[in-house]
């Protein structure tokens, strides 16, 4: 058979290179293309102040009531006072949110991280990070790092104690299972074996009895516990981090809420511009008086 004239042979080409390029262009991106840009992700989706919240315009932020000292200053959580109000709205500015924008909710401690759909963006009630947790719902990174304190009535022996060394010859308690009890047989490791109870409100009452000198819980439960259950007794100090990963507060979101990268890109601004470090000075070093134990 004849060659094609040369003409004939580049017409067909240019209209098989044409062909070709219009299926390249409607054909699928690959994958690496489209996880260039991640949802939630700086951009679009955490233009500040236009966050997919429950309520357009509003950033809905959920506590327990009553609210507590020091993480709210006279139980007011809008008051912007109190570490954990001041964090809250800390996160809500890095978001893109004025005061005037966020709008308080009140929700049980428990019902903010069990299963099922939220009422609020997010919540901030002293809720430490777990996996356990995880499986309900979602986590920012953590806002404060937790550490176990020790309890003793005011007046008493325990309440002077100024080092590890002051605890050795006190009686301790604290609940089984718990990172407290570690401490007390790890870090202080007493003359005497410790008073270990089936439930933190075993502990208090044997601490308001007198019964033990002292009890360990987590700082946030020793707040707690000083604010509101046993007010005759104070925090005497909390220990250093025992090695590790330490311990973390983290706020809480819908199980695959839309904001959760965004919120945790916040929180880590605030953490990275020394914003947290400053809020836990005024509200927490100060105020509650926690010297480190050593």
């Not at 008493?156 to 990172?179: F, H, M, N, P, R």
Request: a negative charge; one cysteine or more.
């Amino acid at each position: 058979m004849r060659p094609a004239p040369r003409t004939l042979r580049r017409a067909v080409a240019g209209i098989t290179v044409a062909l070709l390029a219009a299926a390249v262009g409607c054909a699928p991106q690959p994958e690496e293309e489209e996880a260039a840009s991640p949802s939630g992700s700086a951009g679009g989706a955490c233009a500040k102040g236009e966050l997919a919240t429950r309520t357009s315009g509003t950033l809905t932020i959920a506590t327990d009531e009553p609210a507590y000292e020091p993480w709210f200053k006279n139980g007011e959580p809008a008051s912007g006072e109190g570490f954990e109000s001041a964090v809250a709205y800390a996160v809500a500015e890095q978001l893109g949110y004025d005061k005037s924008a966020v709008v308080w909710q009140s929700v049980p401690f428990n019902k903010a991280f069990a299963p099922g759909a939220k009422t609020f963006d997010f919540d901030i009630n002293q809720v430490s990070i777990s996996e356990e947790r995880r499986k309900a719902v979602d986590f920012s990174s953590g806002y404060y790092d937790v550490r176990q304190a020790v309890i003793a009535l005011k007046g008493s022996k325990a309440a002077s104690a100024k080092s590890i060394a002051d605890l050795k010859g006190l009686e301790l308690g604290a609940q089984v299972g718990t990172t407290s009890l570690d401490y007390i047989d790890d870090v202080v490791k007493p003359t005497g074996a410790a008073a270990v109870y089936a439930k933190n409100d075993q502990a208090k009452s044997a601490l308001k009895n007198g019964q033990v000198d002292a009890i360990v819980t987590d700082l946030p439960t020793a707040f707690y516990i000083t604010a509101a259950e046993v007010t005759d007794a104070r925090i005497v100090g909390q220990f250093a981090n025992k090695g590790g990963t330490p311990e973390q507060f983290g706020l809480v979101l819908d199980k695959g809420s839309a904001l959760t990268s965004c919120v945790t890109d916040a929180v880590d601004t605030l953490r990275e511009n020394g914003t947290l470090a400053k809020i836990e000075q005024r509200w927490l070093s100060d105020a509650v008086d926690a010297p480190v134990l050593k």
